[in-house]
């Protein structure tokens, strides 16, 4: 089966990358459109064989698509292929504004939402799957299978998409700008402090953490309660954090929820 992929920035190139660096895929049953010729080229020069082509060709050759491209784009690369699309074909947008019904008026395509993470880059993390109405059993277990080699995928309902998205997509993000302000704000209050050793005391320490979660099977709760013994400092600390913590986050689900209805009201019409 050939794959296509419509567009290769910083989602679509990963995900390509992802597949092919890790063996699921290979260069010459591969195909990529992108507006950016640049990106195209370094995606060649990585990976010989790889074939380059118009959005419509793409979709010529290609049963499985990957459209990776904002919403405003999006309606444009699906006029530009609206005369290669059939029924057989498997399409996954990686856009979280157009509800899949608006996509699948639009195409005759059995349609899918693919939210993969940054960490498919090291075959890892979550990518969420949200599965159109003409998708098949043997199309979900296939794009399981697929996706598995490269992510751990799981399954979720439209309704859930934007607590999902923040956080396995957004995530990675969120959890880097927590490390960096506990760095800044350490090396701020103690000058003697260097940011290099500080950074290197939160990123190792935030490495080993994950192992406990990942191969020890501890709890967050475990960790705190085993950490933050009565009388200490780490238990003043986690009095602090309990303070402001939970209404930064309360904050940060309830306006990105707010922005992320502003974006499909304000989103192109498939």
Known sequence: MSTGFIGVGSMGGMLVRAFLRLGVLTPDTVWAANRSPAKLDA?????????????????????????????????????????????????????????????????????????????????????????????????????????????????????????????????????????????????????QLSPELARRLVQETASATIRLISERHMTTEEIIRRVAVPGGRTELAIEVLSRYVPNAWQNVFQETADGGAKARKSSPTL
Not at 121 to 142: K, N, P
């Open 43 to 191: 995606l060649t020069a990585e990976f010989s064989g790889l074939h380059v082509a118009s959005a419509r060709e793409v979709a010529a050759q290609c049963d499985l698509l990957f459209v990776c491209l904002s919403a405003a784009d999006t309606e444009g690369a699906l006029v530009d292929m609206h005369s290669e699309l059939a029924p057989q074909q498997l399409l996954l947008s990686t856009d979280g504004a157009v509800p899949l019904r608006e996509m699948e008026d639009r195409v005759p395509c059995r349609v899918a939402k693919l939210i993969p993470s940054i960490t498919q880059e090291l075959g890892a993390g979550i990518t969420l799957l949200i599965f159109g109405s003409r998708v098949t059993t043997a199309d979900r277990s296939w794009l399981q299978n697929l996706l598995g080699r490269i992510s751990k995928p799981v399954e979720i309902a439209e309704s859930l998409a934007r607590p999902a998205i923040g956080l396995a997509s957004g995530g990675p993000a969120m959890l880097a700008y927590a490390l960096q302000t506990m760095v800044e704000e350490a090396v701020r209050s103690n000058p």
